[in-house]
């Protein structure tokens, strides 16, 4: 059972526009959520993180949001740039277990384009 | 170099063969991590360790895996009996027990059982 979808697998943006990446759940014991970043041939790179407690949070271009109610979280670059072109996976971390036991969903390829 | 470490790059064998993956991690983690990626999927949790102690192993991590982490520094991951199903990228993780969710993952291993 996929307890994380990103339901869409590719995005493409035009630089300077909004990017909306969505990731939905269904474990309800889910308590942290995170999003990476991954580029070809290299292994993903934590972007930023939101705990259950809060709503959003922000770093620079990134924003996260959580609707706890509807099990959904959204990843906001603001603005796009050529070089966030990548695949976005996002991830939940379940109460009670290790930071590092995360549940990924299948991913989502942003391409910016110039 | 101070990131995570994964040898080798990349693995060609045939199926029945056995074969090991090495992660070294960045020195003052102490909890190291495996993962395996398959094609236009995320990530899926094999199994961890609190420096030389394996915590937990997934149920994805069947008796032809076998992983260790000898004096809490290097980690290796065996298959053996190789079979195609096993081809996917082998991905290590790292973090201080103290942090909150920010794994340090290497390149991955590559693995393809022909």
């Known amino acids: 059972d996929q307890q994380v979808k990103q339901n869409s697998p590719s995005l493409s943006v035009q630089e300077g526009r909004i990017s909306i990446l969505n990731c939905d759940y269904t474990n309800s014991m889910f308590d942290y959520f995170l999003w990476y970043k991954k580029y070809p041939a290299e292994g993903p790179t934590f972007l930023i993180s939101?705990?259950?407690?809060?709503d959003k949070n922000e770093d620079g271009r990134f924003t996260v949001f959580l609707n706890k109610s509807a099990k959904h979280l959204s990843l906001h670059i603001v603005p796009s740039q050529p070089g966030d072109s990548a695949v976005y996976f996002c991830?939940?971390?379940?109460?009670?277990?290790?930071?590092?036991?995360?549940?990924f969903g299948q991913g989502t390829i942003l391409t910016v384009h110039p | 170099d101070t990131g995570v470490s994964q040898n080798p790059r990349h693995k060609i064998t045939k199926r029945g063969q056995n074969v090991t993956f090495r992660c070294d991690p960045i020195s003052e983690h102490n909890r190291l991590y495996w993962y395996r990626q398959t094609l236009g999927q995320g990530p899926e949790f094999l199994t961890y360790?609190?420096?030389?102690?394996?915590?937990?192993k997934s149920r994805l991590l069947s008796d032809r895996f076998s992983a260790e982490r000898p004096k809490g520094s290097f980690s290796t991951l065996e298959i053996q009996r190789t079979e195609q199903g096993d081809s996917a990228m082998y991905l290590c993780?790292?973090?201080?027990?103290?942090?909150?969710?920010?794994?340090?993952f290497g390149e991955g291993s590559r693995l393809t059982v022909l």
């Open positions: 993780a790292t973090h201080r027990v103290s942090e909150t969710g920010e794994l340090f």
């Open positions: 360790f609190q420096n030389e102690a394996q915590l937990e």
């Open positions: 939101i705990s259950s407690i809060k």
């Open positions: 991830a939940a971390k379940a109460g009670g277990t290790s930071y590092g036991k995360l549940t």
